[in-house]
């Protein structure tokens, strides 16, 4: 069973609780500062009410507990099970772990169960060696805040890494990365070499701000509506009816996923419109006389 | 009932998150499922939990909208409702009293020992709550099911212990990567939960929606793997009886549909996860293998998810422009064209053609080489007349000169 009480947040927090009244460091603003790091925005009322009253006789009106030991939850079955199914993927590579422990546990599913049908057919070459061993250099730099050097199609690069990304679509691992204030995207495949500097601080809080945003007008006819706002919803995206069947959308993207932007919304042909930027709207129309010189009839 | 935080059944909100998260501009009176009450509490319990991500927008009347930027989120947000579950109060005691009593895996203890210790906890806290035998009993019983206790039995007696803990610490990395990309992430989110996890992943092309239907998807999994029939309630009400078979799922819409083998039409069907309202398991069905291996031999055929096995194949071909400094293109077609074959015409085009059962789902990939496209040949001409007609509407939408003779 997926929905059960033992995975939820006030149950997390009643561990952390209990675990602060056994190390007699349990204060009220300790336990609003629990239920408000794990907890949902109305549940400090639920919580603190229910303590107050003992309707949970877990916590004592001092602060302590009857329990006697750190309060830990063993894995489920169905916990115990994903993770079977996890190691039935070929990225599992990647993470060089151990499955031992699972030896008499059925996965929850298999690779026979499920199908990404539209997923592009040149994705990364999760069981290569070198690939392997750049991909857990980078997460080793990640975690320790390292510089890293990078061999990318022949060149040497000095750079911090920000974040591994993945695209399903591409099945696809691409580096992003800052040096000097400028962002650089490398795909995970071209990295001939990857070796640790020196370690130094570092955060990054402007990787993806550069967000630019293009509006749309959308003609509901054979589910455009439905198909678009499924379509474009990993966008941050805004929406407004018009009329009956108008609809105005504005999406946000990345600069440097302009042209794939371009290539989604030619895909839903005239019943998607772009209205601004005017630049964009140059970029459409631009696809459309070369398909008028492509002579088809 | 007054209103709370905390649900028992998933169902109650699964609904509203995906009008919210996928649509974003129905206002109160626009959404209809059920009485303007219910869209109140509902929505209050979806702002609770995703307090960061609900936004609001007046025009006409105030909308609520789930505006989220996938590819700035290292974890999926709407796992968040998925923690929601509502209990008793003896539930979460008992939760913590039992697991506190079993504390490590050494610990081997009859119902009676359990149940004297539980009443020595209890004595500690003046208004005593009580436990009859048969709640524990039930208690015990669930969590031997759910895997976090077991049982021996020595003679007569039943022990009870908790069951080996497992080191996630070396899971981490894998953990917070397939919570996000892999079938039933929530349960990667269950278990990073209890881990401090930094997040170095992030995700392009996301599409996190798919976890609203987490439910439905493990009671297909779990017919799969048992190898049973299923009645599948659609959210119109009705009731189909079928083998699931396998689940598609897309990258570029997020859409997940299953496709099952139909008693009732003889045939492989397709379905929408988003669209079915609850599964129940029903008999073992002696004919999956042979059903999976009927769609294996037809999965080249099915571009998306529509099959219809006993209409005749559609032919699709395009001949598209490539000129010689232009092979990115190619091999943009070589990795987008699933099942289909490329041949080289000439210098500058090349030839796509598969054959399969349902043209329309291929016209909106044609689209995305609109500048290139020379030649179409469907077999279903009322189709291509169609591709060909939305393409002179977009020289009118766009105002390109010279459109009028084409």
Avoid at chain 1, 178 to 192: C, G, M, Q
Avoid at chain 2, 161 to 182: G, M, V
Avoid at chain 2, 357 to 376: A, M, V
């Amino acid at each position: 069973m997926i929905f059960h009480e033992i995975y939820g947040c006030y149950y997390l927090c009643m561990e952390k609780i209990i675990n602060h009244a056994l190390n007699h460091t349990l204060t009220q603003d300790k336990i609003l500062e629990i239920i408000n790091q794990y907890a949902f925005e109305d549940s400090h009322i639920e919580i603190m009410s229910h303590l107050k009253n003992q309707d949970w006789p877990l916590i004592t009106q001092d602060y302590h507990t009857p329990l006697h030991h750190p309060s830990t939850r063993p894995l489920t079955l169905l916990e115990k099970r994903w993770l079977k199914s996890l190691s039935l993927d070929p990225r599992i590579q990647l993470f060089s772990i151990s499955f031992d422990n699972l030896d008499d546990i059925e996965p929850l599913f298999t690779n026979d169960d499920y199908l990404i049908y539209d997923q592009y057919l040149d994705g990364d070459c999760f069981d290569d060696e070198l690939y392997i061993k750049n991909f857990q250099t980078i997460l080793y730099a990640l975690e320790n805040q390292f510089i890293l050097k990078v061999t990318y199609q022949n060149k040497q690069l000095i750079c911090h890494p920000t974040k591994l990304e993945y695209s399903l679509k591409d099945n696809k691992f691409r580096l992003k990365t800052s040096h000097d204030h400028f962002h650089k995207t490398l795909n995970l495949s071209k990295i001939t070499n990857c070796e640790l500097t020196q370690q130094t601080a570092f955060q990054d809080n402007k990787l993806y701000q550069n967000k630019q945003s293009v509006i749309l007008e959308l003609y509901d006819e054979r589910s455009a509506l439905e198909r678009a706002m499924m379509q474009f919803a990993d966008l941050q995206k805004k929406a407004e009816q018009i009329n009956d069947k108008t609809y105005r959308i504005e999406l946000f993207y990345q600069k440097e996923d302009e042209t794939e932007l371009l290539i989604r919304i030619l895909s839903f042909g005239p019943l998607l419109k772009v209205i601004e930027p005017q630049r964009f709207v140059q970029l459409i129309q631009e696809r459309l006389k070369l398909q008028l010189s492509c002579g088809l009839r | 009932m007054g209103y709370s935080e905390l649900i028992k059944h998933f169902d109650r909100i699964r609904n509203y998150m995906h009008e919210f998260y996928i649509y974003g501009f129905k206002d109160r009176n626009q959404i209809t499922h059920k009485s303007k009450r219910s869209y109140d509490n509902e929505k209050r319990r979806l702002e609770s939990y995703l307090k960061d991500f609900m936004s609001f927008q007046y025009t006409t009347s105030k909308t609520v909208f789930l505006s989220i930027d996938s590819r700035q989120m290292t974890y999926n947000p709407l796992y968040k409702a998925f923690e929601a579950k509502s209990f008793t109060h003896k539930d979460i005691t008992l939760h913590f009293y039992i697991l506190d009593i079993l504390y490590d895996d050494s610990q081997s203890l009859t119902f009676q020992e359990i149940l004297n210790k539980v009443d020595e906890y209890l004595a500690l806290f003046p208004q005593t709550m009580h436990f009859d035998e048969s709640t524990l009993r039930k208690k015990l019983k669930e969590y031997v099911n759910l895997g976090i206790l077991t049982t021996t039995h020595l003679g007569k007696q039943v022990y009870y212990q908790r069951t080996k803990p497992t080191d996630l610490s070396s899971y981490q990395y894998a953990l917070s990567y397939y919570s996000e990309i892999f079938p039933l992430g929530v349960i990667g989110h269950y278990m990073l939960n209890q881990l401090q996890s930094p997040q170095y992943f992030s995700f392009k092309h996301h599409y996190i929606s798919r976890a609203i239907d987490s439910e439905i998807m493990a009671k297909i999994f779990d017919a799969m793997k048992q190898k049973k029939s299923i009645y599948l309630i659609h959210h119109h009400n009705q009731s189909y009886h079928i083998v699931p078979l396998r689940l598609y799922i897309s990258s570029q819409n997020g859409r997940c549909h299953l496709l099952a083998y139909s008693y009732r039409y003889k045939q492989i069907k397709t379905f929408r996860i988003d669209h079915i309202k609850d599964i129940k398991l029903s008999e073992d069905c002696d004919c999956f293998d042979d059903y999976r291996t009927r769609l294996k031999q037809i999965e080249k055929h099915i571009w998306s998810v529509q099959c219809h096995e006993k209409q005749p194949l559609e032919h699709v071909s395009m001949t598209i422009q490539i000129l010689p400094h232009e092979q990115y293109v190619l091999q943009r077609l070589q990795r987008e064209k699933r099942h289909g074959t490329i041949t080289q015409i000439n210098d500058t085009s090349y030839e796509f053609s598969i054959d399969i059962y349902d043209t329309y789902e291929i016209l909106p990939w044609i689209r995305t080489f609109i500048g290139r496209i020379l030649k179409l040949n469907f077999s279903n001409r009322t189709i291509e007349n169609q591709f060909k007609e939305d393409i002179k509407k977009m020289y009118e939408l766009y105002q390109i000169k010279g459109s009028d003779e084409s």
